[in-house]
């Protein structure tokens, strides 16, 4: 089983569609935990955090459910702009060399 | 400079020449880190710098790679009679503050392809 794992997609969904990622992780043990988006041939970028009791940001919610392994990631009303990968990510321990990405789940959001 | 900056952006080689790959971090970022991406997949971890600590070396490939980070800023990342499972996205990322926060900045990577 992979340490982290997430659902390669794609996700096709019109514009104003809500959608919802999860991310599953194997080491009960992890601390942190962090969601990025790629965009089609860029670098990583951090979207957001993953706090304990959860957090928004705008049109994104990210939410732990410790008991389950899982992380998810919401998105309301989607825009065409939306459209990228999203890569989550674990860590462990409290030390750096432990962050481990998952695949990626790509996300199409059409017109 | 204003973010992570990695050199070349493209480098095309032959199969068995060897390869250098440049990262200049943001200045005062402490912890480095390289990344692999190849095509369509996620991103596989290769090695970890952290201040004067000795590196995470444990996601190398095999022996052919190899890194250094000279006085605590810029890394390169060496590739020794490259093959062509090679190919792919070099990505460097660093960081202010090593684990918890996680806020990687990552550099636009490096593409290498081996003929």
């Known amino acids: 089983r992979k340490e982290v794992e997430q659902d390669p997609g794609p996700f096709n969904v019109p514009e104003g569609a809500t959608v919802a990622f999860n991310c599953t992780y194997s080491n009960s043990a992890s601390q942190s935990f962090f969601w990025y988006r790629q965009d089609c041939r860029k670098e990583p970028k951090l979207l957001m955090s993953?706090?304990?009791s959860g957090n928004e940001d705008g049109r994104f919610t990210a939410q732990l459910n410790r008991a389950s392994q899982y992380i998810s990631l919401l998105i309301r009303d989607s825009k065409l702009s939306d459209s990228a990968t999203y890569l989550c990510?674990?860590?462990?321990?409290?030390?750096?060399?432990?962050?481990?990405f998952g695949g990626g789940t790509r996300l199409m959001v059409k017109p | 400079g204003a973010g992570v900056s990695q050199s070349p952006s493209n480098k095309v080689t032959e199969k068995g020449k060897d390869v250098e790959l440049r990262c200049d971090p943001i200045s005062g970022h402490t912890a480095l880190y390289w990344y692999r991406q190849s095509l369509g997949q996620g991103l596989e971890f290769l090695i970890y710098f952290q201040g004067n600590s000795a590196p995470d070396k444990s996601g190398l490939p095999s022996d052919r790679f190899s890194a250094e980070r000279t006085g605590g800023s810029v890394s390169t990342l060496t590739i020794q009679r490259t093959q062509q499972e090679d190919s792919a996205v070099y990505l460097c990322?660093?960081?202010?503050?090593?684990?918890?926060?996680?806020?990687?900045?990552f550099g636009s990577g490096t593409q290498l392809s081996v003929l």
């Open positions: 990510v674990v860590n462990p321990n409290n030390a750096g060399n432990m962050l481990t």
């Open positions: 993953v706090y304990s």
């Open positions: 990322a660093s960081s202010t503050t090593p684990g918890m926060l996680a806020k990687l900045f």
